[in-house]
């Protein structure tokens, strides 16, 4: 096992210089710019992104670089560092403290390392395969389900779903406790999914920078993260994710999400 110390310090610098990048412009009336698929990007994304590379580039220059806002900068190792600066823009225009800094180290193609960090609520979790999940420090897990009937499901949004993917959605939420479904909230229903606070999140259409920092954290909190054939998420997957806080429940989401009403 690769001993990922000095990542995991680079990875805490890189979450603390996007937190001061964002911060200031939190809730101040910030505008956004619309990217070529019609999704906002901000002042804010840009600048906390410019700040993570900057790091990188003097730290760790053999290392590819991909970030959302600004793409690829190939490197020489085997190693990736993939970035999305600010996962939930659209939360972050409404002024609500739910999106998050992901920070990932992908080495051939599978994430080994994770970092979700909401710079508002000062919370930090941090995965790294091998290791217990920490939150701000302190390991944490996710909680047992005895079955999909009880499960709280969360997802981003419904309109993020086409109408084929939509109904497969749907035929998993009628599984679950739909008295108890979130929507809304990004990477921070993984987070909350790694802390035990829900049980299953389904999304479609995801990009290796919206899902790679997920997987190290909720399963080093006992999870599990996968496609929705069940498969495990590698840098060729097709964006369709789910994530399982006990891994006993896996079948059943796969088998609801292939029937739909």
């Known amino acids: 096992m690769t001993d990922f ?26 505008t956004a710019d619309r990217k070529p ?9 840009c600048s906390a992104e410019e700040a993570m590379r900057a790091i990188l580039a003097a730290e760790a ?12 900068t190939p490197g020489t190792s085997r190693r990736s560092w993939v970035l999305d600066p600010i996962d939930g823009t659209t939360g972050f225009l409404a002024g609500r403290p739910l999106f998050g800094t992901l920070i990932a180290l992908v080495i051939e193609g599978f994430p080994v390392l ?32 005895a079955l999909l009937a009880d499960a709280a499901l969360a997802t981003t949004g419904p309109h993020y779903f086409d109408d084929h993917d939509g109904a497969h959605f749907m035929g998993l939420a009628a599984q679950t406790d739909h008295k108890r479904m979130v929507m809304g909230g990004d990477c921070y229903n993984y987070a909350m999914l790694a802390t035990g606070q829900l049980d299953v999140v389904c ?18 909190a006992g999870g599990t993260m996968a496609d929705w ?24 989401v796969v088998e609801a999400l292939a029937c739909h009403h």
């Open 5 to 30: 110390d000095r990542d995991i310090a680079l990875a805490m610098r890189l979450a603390d210089a996007a937190g001061a990048a964002i911060r200031p412009h939190f809730r101040s009336g910030i």
């Open 37 to 45: 698929d019609a999704s906002p990007v901000t002042l804010a994304d």
């Open 61 to 72: 220059p053999a290392d590819t670089v991909i970030g959302e806002e600004m793409g690829a």
């Open 114 to 145: 994770g970092v979700i960090d909401q710079p508002i609520l000062g919370e930090r979790w941090l995965g790294v395969v091998g290791r217990p999940t920490l939150f701000n420090g302190k390991p944490v897990r996710t909680r047992a389900c």
């Open 203 to 220: 999304e479609a259409n995801l990009k290796l920078h919206d899902w790679a920092a997920l997987v190290p954290v909720v399963e080093g």
């Open 229 to 252: 054939n069940g498969e495990p998420l590698h840098a060729g997957s097709d964006g369709h994710v789910i994530a399982v806080g006990d891994p006993a429940r896996l079948d059943d």
